[in-house]
């Protein structure tokens, strides 16, 4: 029997092309291993080689995403392998994006195995951890040492079928997917153990950690609404024609501040929803349904309110991650402050 | 309060002309119990069967599963049902172990479950290890759903006491005490250990998820105390169509572990005082009331634990939840036992709703996790109900006779009273 073949991916800094500046080069690929590639081969052995690695910018592939994802799947198609090594990518963010998203494309459109690495707090753990095997890692590359015999000992698992066993036991960061086991005692049994240990004031150890709800306490009242700047916050997708920061119609990575000065409403012509989680017919025939500007000019003219304030915010809440919407609310709330807004009308679909 | 149960073991069920019980072989007089059985004239017809643990037989739809028990006094257990509504829970009561009687027939709801007695489907069942007298009835015609849900339900008590009438002169295998004493006895007799309830919650969806309490309607109760020996001798009884894996079945009530796990407990390293019920009404008014109403008596109680558990998923977890905070909110500390719907593939939030407070949760596994049963030689009744029930699908029912499907359609899988020995975790 031949050895497995793998193909590695990493980003233009690991590849030795460049830094930063190089960020933005497109894929490429090259027979065999590069930089890590190295470490990577030693730790497979005689078991797996490594016979092409892509290397692509991680601006480049964050930016033209779909694009970038099929032009390195092309790639590594070439090579017709068993598995996919990506990273490993410690903390830096955007090469997580990018380890993930491949690992993630090599398994759904591959349907080979595929694995990455990086540090817990990595962006693309929470975005990519439920798609494909993420082994921690330390933050910096200071941790390559035991990131690579770790990894290489995990892709040959995947290699071989073999179970692959609890987060804990294989070093990989919990996936999120719960899984049904057999245990030695009945469920009564092991409450009434948690009970006495919790009356005790030892530690004990839930089976089910509770996902934690964020739940927000209404602000007071605003004092006088008639002199209130307001905003417009919508995660209804609605954006100027042709949406002009690209904001995804699911897993919105991002939001737009668009201008409403001397807009008295919105018209289809000028203004349509880039979400993609509800039939947009009704939003784009009349994107007023979705951001009311047209009411809240008339509540400006009947002095119910101060003013609307000059720009509004959008983005798409359809698949978005609950991490990726606070971050965005807490960039617009810094604005909407520092801006002199008073309260915001929040709108959703 | 203090129950003694008589187990008699049973070793095998045989039909045979007369019913009687001799050398732990339990003999049934088929058409006797037949008969009884047809009195009830919203029944068209009732077939009887035995289903034994290793066999190759599949048993479905499963609406209750019940434990065969009588007073040694003659009285039937199943106050409100088979007896006037007194209080019961005191004296001696004779209990068949090892065996069950199993309700089956045409579908009710959409909630009916599965049991196997042999394979990979009978590893998840408590029920593949018993010995069970299957009753398969069907409804007279005209009969409305709820009265075909009533007359099946009552048919699994009568044919539970008729069996154990078998026993009721006979002397036992051997004998267990049960005994609570009124609170304020028991807090002096254990000063120093943690005071402890149960929160026993049950299922009052409505719609044919009920549940009685001296046969009365959980819906219209407001929660209260009970002693835990009451629950032995039939107070509670199961009628409701809920999911089959976290149904609480009549044997499971009668054989509640979690009080069995609290009296082993009692008196060493807690001060079990007994059993508050509370119910699972659909409104939020009356997850209001019936939440603050348990709590209420928990802080009564002077409690310092409690293990609430659950019946059902969904709306019913809402309950669990506004206990737990309040529970805790009253400085009374509390273990939950729960099952979870996190999706075939377990990625999405188990329960719907969720609490800081609750972190100390036993979970009895993932309902939505897929099964192939293998095909049975025998089934005992109707095989179709594969495509209908919760957890199947049109595509469940294979052409060679095996089922894909969620364990949510085995009876008892998920026991959310902790019958069970699965749990998950997170991969």
Do not use: W
């Not at chain 1, 991916?9 to 030795?16: K, L, S």
């Not at chain 2, 002096?188 to 046969?215: E, F, I």
Request: aromatic letters at 8%; hydrophobic letters at 40%; proline letters at 6%.
């Amino acid at each position: 029997m031949g050895k497995f073949r793998v193909v590695h991916y990493i980003n233009q800094f690991f590849g030795q092309i460049g830094g930063e500046e190089k960020a933005d080069i497109p894929p490429q690929d090259k027979e065999g291993p590069i930089g890590p590639g190295m470490a990577f081969k030693m730790a497979l052995g005689d078991e797996a080689e490594i016979v092409g690695t892509v290397i692509c910018g991680d601006s480049y592939y964050n930016e033209k995403k779909d694009v970038a994802k099929n032009e390195v799947l092309e790639r590594i198609k070439k090579y017709n392998p068993d598995l996919v090594i990506a990273g490993p990518a410690f903390n830096a963010g955007r090469y997580g994006m990018a380890c993930g998203s491949v690992c993630k494309a090599v398994i759904e459109e591959l349907s080979i195995p595929a694995v990455t690495a990086m540090y817990p707090e990595n962006p693309g753990v929470e975005v990519f951890k439920k798609n494909a095997y993420i082994l921690e890692t330390a933050a910096s590359a200071a941790g390559m040492r035991s990131a690579v015999p770790n990894m290489a000992k995990f892709a040959l698992k995947l290699l071989k079928g073999e179970k692959i066993g609890t987060p804990k036991e294989e070093g990989y960061i919990p996936r999120g997917i719960r899984k049904n086991i057999f245990v030695e005692e009945t469920g009564a049994k092991r409450a009434v153990n948690m009970l006495v240990k919790k009356l005790n004031g030892e530690p004990f150890e839930t089976e089910y950690p509770m996902p934690v709800f964020d739940r927000v306490e209404p602000a007071p009242a605003v004092e006088d609404i008639s002199k209130a700047t307001i905003a417009l916050v919508t995660s209804g997708g609605i954006v100027p024609k042709g949406n002009p920061d690209h904001i995804e119609a699911s897993s919105a990575s991002k939001f737009g501040r668009y201008d409403l000065e001397n807009i008295e409403y919105l018209t289809p012509e000028d203004f349509e929803t880039a979400h993609g989680g509800y039939d947009p017919t009704y939003a784009n025939e009349d994107p007023n349904r979705v951001l009311p500007v047209d009411a809240l000019r008339d509540l400006e003219k009947q002095k119910a309110i101060g003013k609307l304030h000059r720009y509004y915010y959008a983005t798409v809440g359809n698949g978005t991650a609950v991490a990726d919407a606070k971050k965005y609310a807490e960039n617009i709330a810094k604005e909407l402050i520092a801006d002199g807004v008073q309260a915001v009308i929040l709108t959703s679909t | 309060m203090k129950l003694e149960l008589a187990s008699f073991y049973v070793k095998d069920i045989q039909f045979c002309e007369k019913t009687e019980f001799r050398d732990g072989i339990l003999k049934v007089n088929k058409q006797e119990l037949i008969e009884l059985l047809l009195c009830d004239n919203r029944l068209k017809d009732v077939e009887l069967d035995i289903a034994r643990p290793g066999e190759e037989t599949r048993i479905i739809p499963v609406k209750d599963v019940i434990e065969p028990r009588i007073k040694a006094s003659g009285n039937s257990v199943f106050p409100g049902f088979l007896e006037k509504p007194l209080t019961v829970g005191e004296g001696r009561t004779h209990v068949m172990k090892g065996m069950a009687i199993v309700t089956c027939g045409r579908i009710v709801g959409f909630q009916e479950g599965i049991i196997d007695m042999t394979g990979p489907g009978a590893d998840y069942t408590p029920f593949s290890k018993l010995l069970n007298l299957v009753i398969v009835a069907n409804p007279a015609e005209g009969v409305s759903s709820y009265e075909h849900e009533e007359t099946i339900r009552i048919a699994g008590l009568k044919a539970a006491d008729y069996i154990a009438k078998s026993v009721q002169d006979l002397l036992p295998d051997d004998i267990k005490t049960y005994e609570t004493k009124p609170i304020f006895e028991s807090i002096s007799k254990y000063p120093n250990l943690p005071k402890v309830a149960y929160v026993y919650p049950l299922q009052s969806q409505g719609l044919l998820h009920d549940t009685y309490v001296y046969g009365l309607d959980a819906k219209k109760i407001v929660p209260t105390f009970i002693y835990p020996t009451e629950i032995m001798d039939g107070a509670i009884v199961s009628g409701n169509c809920v999911s089959a894996c976290d149904k609480n079945t009549t044997y499971v009530h009668q054989n509640n572990p979690v009080i069995e796990e609290l009296y082993e407990r009692h008196g060493k390293d807690i001060n079990f005082l007994g059993v508050i019920i509370t119910n699972e009404n659909v409104t939020l008014a009356d997850k209001q009331r019936s939440s603050d109403y348990a709590v209420k008596l928990a802080e009564y109680m002077t409690l310092d634990g409690a293990i609430v558990t659950e019946e059902g998923f969904g709306n019913p977890d809402a309950d669990l939840i506004m206990l737990c905070r309040k529970l805790e909110e009253k400085g009374i500390k509390t273990v939950l036992i729960t099952d979870e719907y996190a999706g075939r593939d377990g990625a999405s939030q188990s329960l719907a709703d969720a609490d800081p407070r609750a972190d100390a949760v036993v979970t009895a596994g993932n309902a939505n996790e897929l099964i192939v049963l293998p095909p049975m030689k025998k089934i005992i009744g109707l095989v179709d109900a594969a495509g209908i029930i919760a957890g199947g699908s049109q595509k469940s029912l294979k052409k060679d006779g095996s089922i894909e499907i969620e364990l949510q359609a085995i009876t008892g899988a998920t026991s959310e009273i902790g019958f069970t020995k699965m749990s998950a975790a997170t991969y």
